[in-house]
């Protein structure tokens, strides 16, 4: 079996892993760490009991046995499914990284596909495709518009009555078939917005440069630090004069332009958007400040921006 499996590959280590997770569902992660470093001393190649281990410390306030063990982690996950390098960073013992590792999103998205909308909405009080279409929606209708990082297409359900056609990206392929269900995408792709080539996933000989009216990036750019790549693809996206509308989580006054929240998404400040903005050629147009969402019981606030392309 693979070590970046949710099996240890002996049966000793799993049923020991089975009574950890028992003793963390009932809050208690001390005796449940305990039980998965016993685990690791049958098999101690397990990615993932590492990573169950590293969070049975952290949530039981081990912090630096939370520490070790996502090292661990890292060392055994070099595409960084796990998400360890974020989880380090949260904790304070790296810097925070720019983006997410994109096998970590992507994993995360594709097993999150078939309940996300359920979550989100049903669960989570979710509302920036509604608000962030309110935004957009007195200057349309549009003639194309491309809707990054799409998911199960809940902002293109908004916008699919006010725009001829509607072409949806995302990293998940499991989100993009959800999307697909829909029926409202002329076209569909991957493409992973943390990478300088992503360029070749959204353009094509059928689909050229500067050919949308609209750029929409709703709930997306909280899963990345530095948004130079998405701010730069929406430039090259769009007709002069066209319109990007996205949302952000929202750093208040942080003196970093983001943070990496406990959540392990990214949060942004005003003013570093504004500067991005600038520097990318846009003018904003409208900005609102709104909860998003809830996490934990807790409103998460955010910023709704719309801004034009100059001509």
């Known amino acids: 079996m693979s070590a970046n499996q949710f099996s240890s590959g002996d049966v000793i280590a799993d049923r020991r892993a089975d009574y950890a997770r028992m003793l963390a569902e009932s809050g208690d992660h001390a005796a449940a760490a305990e039980l998965f470093e016993q685990a690791l001393e049958i098999a101690p190649d397990w990615t993932a009991g590492w990573l169950l281990a590293g ?24 595409q960084g499914l796990f998400g ?46 509604a608000k962030l279409f309110a ?24 916008i699919a009555s006010g725009t001829a056609r ?65 701010f730069a693809l929406a430039d090259e996206l769009l007709k002069p004069r066209g319109l990007f509308a996205f949302s952000v989580e929202d750093a208040g006054s942080s003196t970093d332009g983001f943070v990496l929240q406990q959540s ?14 600038a520097s990318h050629g846009f003018d904003l147009v409208a900005l609102s400040r709104t909860d998003i969402r809830m996490d934990a019981g807790k409103p998460v606030h955010g910023i709704l921006f719309l801004a034009r392309k100059r001509a």
């Open 135 to 158: 935004l957009v929606q007195s200057h349309g209708p549009f003639d194309l518009t491309v809707d990054l990082g799409c998911g199960t297409g809940l902002f293109g359900v908004e």
């Open 55 to 78: 969070e049975a410390h952290q949530k039981a306030g081990a912090r630096e046995a939370a520490i070790a063990a996502f090292e661990q982690v890292m060392k055994r996950d070099a």
């Open 84 to 129: 360890a390098s974020l989880k380090l960073a949260a904790l304070g013992a790296t810097p925070a990284p720019d983006a997410p590792p994109s096998a970590y999103v992507e994993g995360l998205f594709d097993d999150y596909a078939d309940r996300f909308e359920m979550s989100l909405v049903e669960k989570l009080n979710y509302s920036v495709p």
């Open 264 to 277: 392990l998404r990214y949060a942004h400040t005003q003013s570093y958007i504004e500067t991005l903005l």
């Open 166 to 230: 509607l072409e949806g990206f995302d990293l998940s392929a499991n989100m993009l078939a959800k999307a697909e269900e829909k029926g409202i995408y002329r076209h569909l792709g991957q493409a992973d917005l943390s990478r300088t080539d992503a360029d070749t996933s959204l353009f094509s000989e059928d689909r050229p440069r500067h050919r949308a009216d609209l750029v929409s990036a709703a709930d997306v750019l909280m899963y990345l630090g530095n948004l130079d790549v998405p």
